[in-house]
């Protein structure tokens, strides 16, 4: 059960990032571009290694 939480909040926010990031493509802000894009990615790998499949 507490597995499934953590997981539910990490896929939020790691959705929140997503936004952010689309916000930054229809805005063409490359800094917000860059900044989301990292912490996306870095936030999937965690979160792909701490949750396989």
Do not use: D
């Amino acid at each position: 059960m507490l597995a499934t939480s953590r997981c539910t909040r990490f896929l939020l926010f790691s959705f929140g990032f997503l936004m952010w990031l689309v916000h930054g493509l229809l805005i063409h802000s490359v800094p917000m571009i860059l900044a989301n894009s990292v912490t996306l990615g870095l936030a999937l790998a965690i979160l792909v290694l701490k949750f396989p499949l």
